[in-house]
């Protein structure tokens, strides 16, 4: 079946300027997880969803950053009023659950690389 | 907090020779995942190996396999007969009872003919 899917693929905008960024899961996973890959760094956890909710959003680096997930399927990461350190691959995961003890795979997406100038 | 450390930046290795990659790992609970992605250019993260800390026996797939020491918060992964498509960045990750990864900032592995 499908993979993770997200769009854009790449993204450049000016300094200041909102962003969205969208990921489509695999059908049927009730978890979804945003991760940020800066140049050089490995994957940062952003925020998580299970179903429409996110128990834990502590990953955002700072309240210009949000996220939402509609419908218990898609989820939008919007960046406000970008700045250039905002710059990096922004990598979607989904999964069947994302319950404490059990172990469900992660998968990615082949991720959003925003640029900002 | 959990931290996931891969201390080789770059690594490299000829085709049909055997590599391994470090991971070293700190956490003070019991129960863990441990995990080794692969990302090649295409910037997909696809799982390679994972292994569960209750577990003493090392995980294996194919061509790859694990050395896991709990005691020492090790976990290097090794990769026999080298081939060219093996070429990415890999990164050693750990997940607790939580949800999120926690990701090591991966070594890069060139697999020359």
């Not at chain 1, 952003?46 to 429409?52: A, D, H, P, S």
């Not at chain 1, 939008?76 to 994302?98: F, H, K």
């Not at chain 2, 080789?8 to 995990?35: H, K, R």
Request: neutral net charge; hydrophobic residues 30%; charged residues 20%.
């Amino acid at each position: 079946g499908a993979g993770v899917s997200q769009s854009p693929s790449n993204k450049v905008t000016e300094k200041g300027k909102d962003v969205e960024l969208r990921c489509d899961p695999i059908s049927g996973h009730t978890a979804l997880y945003w991760y940020r890959q800066s140049l050089g760094q490995g994957l940062e956890f952003l925020i998580y969803f299970q179903g429409n909710s996110a128990p834990d959003k502590s990953g955002l680096p700072s309240d210009r950053f949000s996220a939402e997930r509609t419908g218990g399927s898609v989820s939008t990461l919007t960046i406000q009023r970008t700045q250039q350190e905002d710059s990096a691959v922004y990598l979607c995961a989904s999964s069947l659950d994302a319950a404490g003890g059990t172990f469900y795979e992660q998968y990615f997406g082949p991720g959003t690389r925003l640029t900002v100038t | 907090a959990q931290t996931v450390t891969q201390s080789q930046p770059e690594m490299s290795v000829q085709e049909a020779e055997t590599v391994t990659l470090s991971c070293t790992y700190d956490t003070s609970e019991n129960n863990y995942y441990l995990f080794w992605y692969k990302q090649p250019p295409s910037r997909q993260m696809i799982l390679v190996i994972r292994q569960e800390a209750y577990k003493q026996q090392n995980a294996t797939e194919n061509r790859f396999s694990v050395n896991f020491q709990k005691a020492a918060k090790s976990f290097s992964l090794k990769i026999s007969d080298s081939q060219l498509g093996d070429t990415a960045m890999y990164f050693c990750a750990f997940r607790s009872a939580g949800y999120a990864l926690n990701f090591g900032k991966g070594t890069s592995l060139l697999v020359t003919p």
